[in-house]
C-alpha cells in the first residue's frame, strides 16, 4: 500500500463519515433526544460494525454475501424495515427506542442501543458496497492483506469516532429544551423524521 492510496483512502473515508446517512442520523437522533452520552453508544455500535465489515472483507466472506442478490436484498430490506418502524413510532408519538415523552417501561440501556446500532450498520447495503467494492481497491495483493487491513481500520474508525462524537454534541446542545414538556413532542417527530430518512436512504441503494 503507497502512501498515496493511504491518504486517499483516508480522505474518502472522512469525506464519507461526515456526509449525512443512516449513522450520522441515528447519532443525531439520539443527540437530540437523549443526549449526546447517549448518543455515544450508537457511535460504538457504528463503529463495532464496522471493524466487523473489515474482517469480513480481509476474509472475503463480505464478497461472498454480496454475489448473493437475495441475502444482499434481505439484509437491505430488513435493515430499512427496522428504520422506518423506529421513526414512525417516534413521529406517532408511540413508545421508541428514540423516545422520551410517553415512553412505555424503562428507557433502552445502553447495551440495547448498542446493539440496535450494530444492526444498523450492519443491515445498511451501501455499507456492505464500500466494504466489498471501493476497500479493496486500496489494498496491495502482493503485500501481506491482515496488516493493511489494519492500518486502513484505524485510518477508518478513530477518525470516524470522532466525527460522529461532535454530530452527537452539537445536537445534544439542543437537548436541554428538547427534554422540556412542551418541547418533546416537537423534538420526537424531528429525530423520528431523521430516522425515517435513513431507512429511505437505505431502502434507495
Same mark, same amino acid.
Given at each position: ?30 443527540? @437530540? ?57 417516534? @413521529? ?46 486500496? @489494498? ?22 470522532? @466525527? ?42
Amino acid at each position: 500500500m503507497t502512501m498515496q492510496s493511504w491518504l486517499l483512502f483516508t480522505a474518502t473515508e472522512a469525506a464519507l463519515s461526515l456526509s449525512p446517512g443512516p449513522a450520522v442520523m441515528m447519532v443525531v437522533a439520539y443527540g @437530540i433526544s437523549r443526549g449526546w452520552r447517549t448518543s455515544l453508544f450508537v457511535t460504538l455500535g457504528i463503529l463495532s460494525a464496522n471493524a466487523l465489515y473489515f474482517a469480513l472483507s480481509a476474509t472475503g466472506i463480505g464478497s461472498l454475501i454480496l454475489a448473493s442478490p437475495t441475502l444482499f436484498l434481505a439484509i437491505k430490506w430488513l435493515g430499512a424495515a427496522y428504520l422506518v418502524y423506529l421513526g414512525l413510532s417516534a @413521529i406517532f408519538g408511540r413508545p421508541s427506542p428514540i423516545t422520551l415523552s410517553r415512553l412505555e417501561g424503562k428507557p433502552l440501556s445502553g447495551r440495547q442501543i448498542y446493539a440496535g446500532a450494530v444492526m444498523l450498520q450492519l443491515t445498511n447495503p451501501k455499507t456492505l458496497l464500500m466494504f466489498v467494492a471501493i476497500l479493496p481497491q486500496f @489494498i496491495d495483493p502482493s503485500q501481506p492483506v491482515g496488516l493493511q487491513m489494519s492500518i486502513l481500520a484505524a485510518c477508518s474508525i478513530i477518525p470516524e469516532f470522532f @466525527i460522529l462524537l461532535g454530530y452527537g454534541m452539537l445536537a445534544s446542545k439542543a437537548s436541554h429544551w428538547a427534554t422540556q414538556p412542551k418541547y418533546s413532542v416537537i423534538t420526537e417527530r424531528i429525530a423520528g423524521t431523521l430516522v425515517l430518512a435513513a431507512g429511505v436512504l437505505v431502502a434507495a441503494v
